[in-house]
């Protein structure tokens, strides 16, 4: 693998992230939540709790829309909402620990499958491959930002122009 043209990188590189992408969608489907809302309780689950301000800004979706998320969400049985114990004006939303264990036997299988490929590598090289994935993912949540900025840029420019339409 190491004298792939810069191309066949390139075409080695799109396949993976679409794997990657394609088994996510996979992943909420199987247990019935869209991409957003899977992506939502990942985050959710990572961070154990989140409000949901905090949500509406790492999804990237308006507060009204984060409300109807997690009313979804909460409906399914994957969260609920809490008092934060710090400030009651405050609501948390937090993962119900029974539901993950379904997210869990989704996921236990690619999980399986990719300890194997990095049982592959050496501790060195799984340092390079982990040093990768830690740079690379605010990287890739940097570049959503700016598609989500040049996405709204376009849309208020559209409907500027839409709007000044005799």
Excluded: N
């Amino acid at each position: 693998m190491a004298d792939l043209t810069p191309a066949d990188q390139h075409l080695v590189f799109r396949q993976y992230l679409d794997a990657v992408g394609l088994h996510g969608m996979a992943g909420a489907e199987a247990v019935g939540l869209s991409a957003s809302e899977w992506y939502a309780l990942s985050q959710i689950a990572l961070e154990g709790t989140l409000t949901s301000g905090e949500l509406a800004a790492c999804t990237g979706l308006t507060t009204g829309a984060t409300t109807r998320l997690i009313d979804r969400l909460e409906r399914a049985g994957f969260v609920r909402r809490a008092t934060d114990p710090d400030d009651r004006r405050k609501v948390i939303i937090e993962p119900v620990a029974d539901s993950l264990d379904r997210i869990e036997s989704v996921v236990g299988p690619a999980r399986s499958q990719i300890a194997e490929v990095l049982s592959r590598y050496t501790p060195d090289q799984r340092a390079v491959l982990f040093d990768y994935f830690a740079h690379a993912a605010p990287a890739f949540r940097a570049a959503t930002e700016e598609v989500r900025d040049a996405a709204a840029h376009h849309r208020q420019r559209k409907g500027g122009a839409a709007a000044h339409r005799p």
